[in-house]
């Protein structure tokens, strides 16, 4: 049994719904790996209870199973807001979180990230909204731009909020000289300089499938 195996058999299970979306997207969606999976999925969920959010925004739906587990830690009245480019998922994304009784509480959005980003900014500011900032942001999406997104974001989230930002190990590359080409790598090299470099984040990077960083907004 490898360490990964033992760390899977140790962790809670999937609940049906997202077992299923596991299934669905393995067997149909291009690229399956995407998908957050049992062991992150629950990381989420955990720390997204642990910080109990009114307001969630997610950069990246892929099929919905990383919005479902954020949305498990929503407040009574929270909403989580998900954002994704590619809209030839949209019928898949809105099938699988018909499954979930927190489909209520999750508003999807297909749109370009950089605008819709834009769009919520100009939302936050404007006098007639009332819109409060978000507490938690979930960045999951073009590995080139991660610089881009962390400085949209950094203004919607609220003092003392907190941001997730997955896959910024990239299966080692992070590190590997082979890649210093790759744009991909180069985005997230930077992301994670950019990161450590703002005397306003606190952030720990954890090795959990291709790292997950938790940044805390001073």
């Known amino acids: 049994m490898s360490i990964e195996e033992y760390i899977e058999t140790h ?7 997202l077992a299923q979306i596991t299934h669905e997207t393995n067997v149909h969606i291009l690229n399956p790996h995407m998908l957050s999976g049992q ?8 720390l997204s209870r642990m910080i109990h959010p009114k307001r969630i925004l997610e950069l990246g739906t892929f099929t919905g199973y990383s919005a479902l587990c954020l949305a498990e830690g929503l407040t009574e009245d929270g909403e989580l807001i998900t954002i994704e480019h ?15 009784p927190l489909a209520n509480k999750i508003r999807l959005v297909i749109a370009d990230a ?28 073009d590995k080139r731009e991660y610089c881009m997104y962390l400085d949209l974001v950094k203004n919607l989230v609220r003092p003392g909020g907190w941001i997730l930002a997955d896959n910024t190990l990239w299966d080692g590359h992070i590190i590997d000289p ?34 997950l960083t938790i940044i805390r907004k001073l």
């Open 39 to 46: 062991v992150q999925g629950r990381l989420l969920a955990q």
């Open 11 to 17: 962790t809670s299970p999937e609940n049906e719904v």
């Open 114 to 141: 950089k605008e819709e980003l834009s769009r919520l900014a100009e939302e936050l500011t404007s006098s007639e909204k009332n819109v409060k900032q978000f507490d938690l942001v979930f960045i999951d999406a």
């Open 178 to 211: 082979a890649y210093d080409r790759d744009k991909q790598t180069l985005g997230l090299r930077t992301f994670n300089d950019k990161v450590i470099a703002d005397s306003n984040l606190e952030c720990v990077i954890l090795p959990l499938r291709d790292g």
């Open 86 to 100: 590619n809209d030839e998922l949209e019928e898949t994304i809105r099938h699988n979180l018909s499954l979930s």
